[in-house]
């Protein structure tokens, strides 16, 4: 399916519409270290263009970026059936890593220059090294995230490149050291290796991002490890002239306009006005970076009931199930309305396995340490884009571990219908 998509729409794959080509070709223009003179140095995450920057490098272009895409996304499809067997899932695995392989996101999106198929890849990458070998809980709840220092140093390697394509990553990691030291709090135990694992895996993770810290410091005067890119994200979402559309219009609107940002460009117009006659058209990028941080700040603190109503279209959005105008009129009406059946029965079998994972914690005191990094990853994105812009193509990234949580609720529902089976037919649930 991915050669198929990247073959029908081999044009996309030039399509520079975030601008990952023409950082590409900067970095081999100045060199890394030095600052680029048309645009932006750090407004992009530096990961993609730098691996761009080597397939221009070697001879590629975009055949070499659809042949990687490729291989990227079925590897993705691979490390998902491996982390389902690791989190104790046999054969419903193959129905994880089917849902992989069929989502229409990550197909579409392999024929793009853009993150969505490097993060998943580096992802579900992540849970797989974070995960023992084995599949018990007794094993595994002794060492979830690292039971040795070279998978530590791993698990820290990942998660670094995982920072150097998407910034919104680093919150995770906030979250798993919360949900640890609760778990230390309440069994009054923290494992010396887990301490030596987690500075292990700190150091590395210091390690990949360090250049692209010194780089911008160099530059920019700042060490910044995310980029200038946060403070016109959050602005996006949270400004005067989106909060009118939310607020003037019902949310069914949304799925028959057929022009559904436009109004953001004559804002984005203003905007930019604005800003060069408050800050000088010249400001540099952390500059311009905090105005408009500032700037989605006092809107939101000027219409906090809005803001709200912003942030629950925002959760719609990236959970959405359907595709908005105008790309849905690319697609044939019968196509449209499978997609939508298919996505609505993903999502009911990942929420029944959200269902069936709390349960157990709430049963049997105890969580599965293997789902905290997955978990966490799915509270993570979720949280973020309520605030931040969202969409459907916000959730890509997300796909193989919605996958994992859908195969639990799958087998969930599998086995209860064979218990309820066995019971009807006049046997004991007690009896093998």
């Known amino acids: 399916m991915r050669i198929a998509a990247v073959v029908v729409w081999s044009g996309h794959l030039a399509d520079?519409?975030?601008?990952?080509?023409?950082?590409?070709?900067?970095?081999?223009?100045?060199?890394?270290?030095?600052p680029f003179t048309r645009f932006?140095?750090?407004?992009?995450?530096?990961?993609?263009?730098?691996?761009?920057?080597?397939?221009i490098k070697l001879g590629g272009g975009s055949v070499a970026l659809g042949v990687l895409q490729i291989a990227l996304g079925t590897a993705t499809v691979a490390l998902t059936l491996v982390a389902g067997r690791r989190l104790g899932l046999g054969r419903?695995?193959?129905?994880?890593?089917?849902?992989?392989a069929c989502d229409p996101l990550l197909i579409v999106y392999t024929t793009f220059p853009m993150t969505e198929t490097l993060f998943t890849f580096l992802?579900?990458?992540?849970?797989?090294?974070?995960?023992?070998?084995?599949t018990s809980l007794s094993v595994a709840s002794g060492a979830s995230l690292s039971s040795s220092v070279g998978r530590a140093a791993v698990i820290g390697l990942l998660f670094g490149a995982c920072a150097l394509c998407r910034p919104t990553i680093w919150p995770t990691a906030l979250l798993v050291a919360v949900w640890f030291a609760w778990e230390a709090l309440r069994t009054r135990r923290l494992p010396a290796s887990l301490l030596v694992s987690g500075v292990v895996a700190c150091v590395t993770c210091a390690v990949v991002v360090a250049p692209w810290a010194l780089r911008n410091w160099k530059i920019l005067g700042s060490p910044v490890v995310?980029?200038?890119?946060?403070?016109?994200?959050?602005?996006?979402?949270?400004?005067?002239?989106?909060f009118r559309h939310v607020w003037e219009r019902p949310l069914p609107e949304l799925w028959?306009?057929?022009?559904?940002?436009?109004?953001?460009?004559?804002?984005?117009?203003?905007?930019?006005?604005e800003r060069d006659k408050e800050i000088g058209p010249s400001a540099d990028e952390l500059t311009q970076n905090r105005w408009m941080y500032q700037q989605a700040w006092k809107a939101i603190a000027a219409e906090?009931?809005?803001?709200?109503?912003?942030?629950?279209?925002?959760?719609?959005?990236?959970?959405?199930?359907?595709?908005?105008?105008?790309?849905?009129?690319?697609?044939?009406?019968?196509?449209?309305?499978?997609?939508?059946?298919?996505?609505?029965?993903?999502?009911?079998?990942?929420?029944?396995?959200?269902?069936?994972?709390?349960?157990?914690?709430?049963?049997?005191?105890?969580?599965?340490?293997?789902?905290?990094?997955?978990l966490c990853l799915i509270l993570n994105f979720t949280l973020a884009h309520l605030v931040y812009w969202s969409n459907m193509r916000m959730r890509a990234p997300l796909v193989p571990l919605i996958g994992l949580v859908a195969a639990v609720g799958l087998s969930t529902w599998?086995?209860?219908?064979?218990?309820?089976?066995?019971v009807d037919g006049g046997g004991s649930v007690d009896r093998p």
């Open 226 to 242: 995310t980029t200038t890119h946060g403070g016109y994200t959050l602005l996006l979402g949270n400004n005067p002239e989106f």
């Open 16 to 34: 520079d519409r975030d601008d990952y080509w023409t950082v590409a070709r900067s970095y081999l223009e100045h060199g890394f270290w030095t």
């Open 414 to 422: 599998f086995n209860r219908r064979k218990v309820n089976k066995f």
């Open 40 to 55: 932006p140095n750090s407004f992009r995450p530096p990961l993609l263009p730098l691996l761009l920057a080597a397939l």
């Open 256 to 273: 028959s306009d057929r022009d559904p940002d436009a109004f953001q460009q004559a804002w984005f117009t203003r905007l930019i006005a």
């Open 123 to 134: 992802v579900i990458a992540l849970v797989v090294a974070s995960l023992p070998r084995e």
């Open 92 to 100: 419903w695995s193959f129905a994880a890593a089917l849902l992989v």
């Open 304 to 374: 906090p009931n809005v803001f709200v109503r912003a942030c629950v279209l925002r959760f719609v959005l990236f959970w959405n199930v359907m595709p908005l105008l105008p790309s849905r009129s690319t697609l044939p009406q019968p196509v449209v309305w499978a997609l939508c059946v298919g996505y609505v029965a993903e999502l009911v079998l990942f929420v029944a396995g959200l269902v069936g994972l709390f349960r157990q914690f709430r049963l049997v005191r105890i969580g599965d340490p293997r789902w905290v990094l997955p």
